[in-house]
């Protein structure tokens, strides 16, 4: 029934008018909206209204507010107040400011030791950590990559599972791992007649425990990057590379290394930008301990943020450590492009 009226509609003479006039319309619109000035401006506003409010905003006043010391909340304060007619516009000041100039920046390089030691801390486990997962990555997907390994979809899934799980989740079981001699590392430990370890007790040791958790967490995510890298790599280089006589050592670094360097450079520059902004890792496992030994500079971020109110020192902190990881950054891949 349904279908013979709507047959009946689209046959007769009005519906037909109708139809012409609407796509007729849509012509003469669609000829003239490229002519008019702006428009693809309009088109990407979007993003760059949401770029400036969650990303532009918070930075520049990241970096004025690492200029002042915060003196507490502003109350009922406002910076301006407009009124018109019934219409009112009211903006409340956020905070109370006093301006110290560079105070904090001078604080921070020449005295703050705390900082001295959380940014030591960090680049400790920067320095392990990130060349360890890299190799191991790599190792692993060369292996995974090559064709005598059968279930290849099982192993990929099973390595690269951990990145599933949640930071605070993973990190509760590493603690409930490396704890104390109530720990299941130890308890292996001392049922085989060795000493436990004080693995979070120790300095260093709860440093080693950091790196572990974190390896083993991201390692199978970087292994799953490198491994597709490794599958784009032509097949007629190694057999020419094996015509010509080259062993397996000399196909890996004249063949697989040069051909996967982008790759390889996306996974360090990745993997140090993840390396100085842990927090959940050092927070759940060791609080920052022993003696602020796993401190990280974005935990002392926290400390003076939200525990100290600190905001303008916190904030001066955050700029310190926006400035060292574009630094290290800008090094790999200027070293990384070169090398090509």
């Not at 390896?215 to 007629?236: D, E, K, V």
Request: aromatic share 14%; glycine share 6%; charged share 10%.
């Amino acid at each position: 029934m349904a279908t013979s009226i709507r047959s009946e509609l689209q046959s007769s003479e009005s519906y037909q008018e109708l139809s012409d006039r609407l796509r007729f319309l849509r012509q003469n619109v669609s000829s003239v909206v490229p002519k008019i000035p702006g428009l693809p401006y309009l088109y990407i506003s979007p993003f760059y209204l949401l770029f400036s409010v969650f990303l532009l905003f918070p930075t520049l006043y990241t970096i004025y507010l690492s200029v002042f010391s915060y003196e507490g909340p502003a109350g009922s304060e406002y910076i301006v107040s407009i009124q018109a007619w019934i219409f009112e516009l009211t903006i409340p000041k956020i905070s109370n400011l006093e301006f110290v100039g560079l105070a904090h920046y001078e604080s921070l390089i020449f005295s703050d030791s705390v900082f001295h030691l959380s940014l030591f801390n960090t680049g400790f486990i920067f320095l392990i950590q990130v060349p360890l997962m890299v190799i191991l990555a790599l190792a692993v997907a060369i292996v995974l990559d090559s064709k005598f390994i059968r279930a290849k979809g099982l192993w990929r899934t099973l390595i690269a599972l951990p990145v599933a799980t949640g930071m605070v989740a993973y990190s509760t079981v590493f603690l409930l791992l490396f704890e104390g001699d109530v720990g299941m590392i130890n308890q292996v430990l001392m049922s085989v007649g060795l000493d436990a370890v004080p693995w979070l007790t120790d300095r260093w040791m709860a440093r080693i425990t950091l790196v572990i958790a974190i390896t083993w967490r991201w390692m199978g995510y970087n292994m799953i990057i490198l491994l597709a890298g490794l599958q784009t790599i032509p097949q007629q280089l190694y057999e020419a590379a094996e015509i010509d006589g080259a062993t397996m050592w000399q196909k890996f670094r004249f063949v697989t290394v040069p051909q996967l360097r982008p790759v390889l450079l996306f996974v360090i520059v990745s993997s140090t930008i993840g390396t100085f902004k842990l927090f959940a890792e050092p927070f759940v496992i060791t609080g920052g301990g022993p003696a602020n030994a796993t401190l990280t500079v974005v935990q002392y971020i926290y400390r003076q943020a939200f525990v100290q109110l600190n905001l303008g020192y916190a904030s001066a902190v955050t700029v310190c450590l926006v400035v060292i990881v574009s630094a290290i950054s800008i090094v790999q891949v200027r070293r990384g492009g070169a090398a090509q």
